[in-house]
């Protein structure tokens, strides 16, 4: 995991999609919950939820890791919906590597 980045993304939906495909992480943020959405070791992707950790110190999952960003994006876990349907309501911030949040 890397830290948030302080300046907001500035993206549409199609290049949220395009900027997950090249740079494999990205932090999202609604209302007052922030999501670490990354790619499982380029296999699986997942989003993990900031205001939590395990006992490694990493983000807790809160969803199941899925094979394709196809079907992680179809995924209902931001109060009950996809990140498609609350996208207009995000804000999403780069993952500067090398570096915890």
């Known amino acids: 995991m890397g830290k948030r980045a302080e300046e907001v993304l500035d993206l549409d939906y199609e290049g949220l999609v395009d900027y997950l495909h090249h740079n494999?992480?990205?932090y999202m943020r609604i209302?007052?919950?922030?999501y670490y959405i990354t790619d499982a070791n380029f296999e699986a992707w997942r989003a993990q939820d900031?205001?939590?950790?395990?006992?490694?110190d990493h983000y807790?999952?809160?969803?199941?890791l899925c094979p394709t960003l196809d079907e992680f994006l179809s995924i209902p876990f931001v109060h009950g919906c996809?990140?498609?349907e609350v996208f207009?309501?995000?804000?999403?911030?780069?993952?500067?590597?090398g570096e915890k949040e």
């Open 24 to 26: 494999h992480s990205i």
């Open 31 to 34: 209302d007052s919950n922030i």
């Open 50 to 56: 900031t205001s939590k950790r395990n006992h490694k």
């Open 60 to 64: 807790v999952d809160c969803t199941d």
């Open 82 to 84: 996809t990140i498609k």
């Open 88 to 97: 207009p309501q995000c804000k999403f911030y780069a993952s500067v590597k």
